[in-house]
């Protein structure tokens, strides 16, 4: 495909940063604000976009100067921030400053806003309302601080909220005992790529060159991480098989690897155990039998749109048809829940589709429904074709159409319940779970709040290991790249297991 992206003119940035090491405390946001743009630290006269930013700091109080030129036109901020006797409170001051008084010059000399999650520019803004609700328990105060200290959006602010509202008592139920832990399964593999995909080697070619050292690798690590899991006392509360899409598997090897799942690792009878089955063309009544009979309580197809036309433009070899017959089977078989997936910003379409699509997706009444946001990730056919400055594009369409999804869900009885972002989404959107009263997914809440210890295993897997005591978190990553996970998982698995037995 032609390669658009390299052809335009880069934007240049120049920053005066004192001390330089604020860099690290404002580059995402200045990223958000121009996301094309080459970042140079120093004080060279070059360049589109000049900004300075001192900041200075006393017992009493954090002063931070900062000033921005663009085009001829310049602005300038003072940010003063109380200082904080606790060391670590007073490091997040200075970073807090730091971001908001870069946020405020960027937003001075742009026509449109920034970032709706002001300074906040992680994956998980609902970990900070999680936080400020254990510490004050006072409602009113965190929607004020979250406005205030972080000048996150009103409605953005209502959002998190609520979400946090829905959320709370699973997160804190299950976050009680930490010897109850969640375990992610990555099957890297797919029947096809989605034009907006960034999974390396996702594409099945061979099927028994490929899925058997997979299966034996992975085999490995649930036996041998079963059994310190089991000396440790452990035992599971959620379990999500993904991928990649875990449906491509043979019905053999979908049993052999349920089979060493049960035996080893210690699944409670209520355990949710989530399988994707992203693609449709992957399912039939068989496979959805022996998911069933294996305990499986909830199941993702995820049509992403209702259009056919959009499903052969990203690379998806399934038609809508296929997705409310598969959706049918499911129900035959009598899996508890149903999640469906669908994108907003994909490529050709608009507020028409999406509007077809959550009418079409309510229609078919999924337990849960996730509303993406389309993410230009690096070394997709996406961001080949057409960069990041996609970003920007359709981006008061993309806010217009959230809103009205979030009120027609509301109004047939869905919640959100969990929320993370993704750099580099279209109209810097986030990405929402809603899901029936009851039916929320246990796994999506933790892996997004982290507060529960989470391993994974397979390809692309991430195992993060919450310690009881300090909260501290310490994450191991299995390569996503099947050649790179297999070269790499007996010393994976070790790391794995002394870090669990750091939990016992
Ligand atoms: S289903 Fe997911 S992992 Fe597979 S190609 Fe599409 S985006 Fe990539």
Known sequence: MKNTADTRKMMIITLRLEPPGLYGYVHELIRLAFPTAELIQGSSGEGDVHIFLLQNESDFEIVTNGSIMREGVFFDHQEVTPSHTDIQEHKKNLKRAAAICVYRLLQSC???????????????????????????????????????????????????????????????????????????????????????????????????????????????????????????????????????????LKLEHIQKLFNSLHKHMVLEPEAEITVEAGRPDTLSLEKLQILKDYGVTRICVNPQTSDDATLHRIGRRHSWRQIVETWQMIRAVGIDHINMDMILGLPGETFQQNQKTIQDLLRLKPDNITVHSLAVKKGSDLALTEGKSEVNKQKHEIIQTQSYINDLLASHGYQPYYLYRQKYAKGHSENIGYGLPGSFCLYNIMVIEERQTILGLGGGAASKFINPASQRLTSVYNPKNPADYLANHLELTNRKVDNLKALF
Not at 196 to 211: H, M, N, R, T, W
């Open 110 to 248: 742009s026509a449109d806003e920034i970032n709706p999650y002001g300074i906040l520019t992680g994956m998980r803004p609902l970990k900070l309302v999680h936080k400020i609700w254990d510490r004050y328990e006072n409602l009113t105060l965190a929607a004020q601080m979250l406005k205030q200290d972080y000048l996150i959006r009103e409605d953005k602010v209502g959002l998190l909220l609520e979400i946090a509202g829905h959320s709370r008592h699973l997160l804190l139920q299950t976050s009680a005992n930490f010897k109850k832990i969640g375990i992610y399964i990555g099957v890297p593999y797919c029947p096809s790529r989605c034009y907006y995909c960034s999974f390396p080697g996702a594409v099945l070619s061979d099927y028994d060159k490929e899925i058997i050292p997979f299966l034996n690798a992975l085999e490995y690590e649930i036996e041998v991480l079963g059994s310190a899991f089991q000396a440790g006392g452990f035992s599971v509360s959620a379990v999500y098989v993904g991928g990649g899409t875990p449906t491509v």
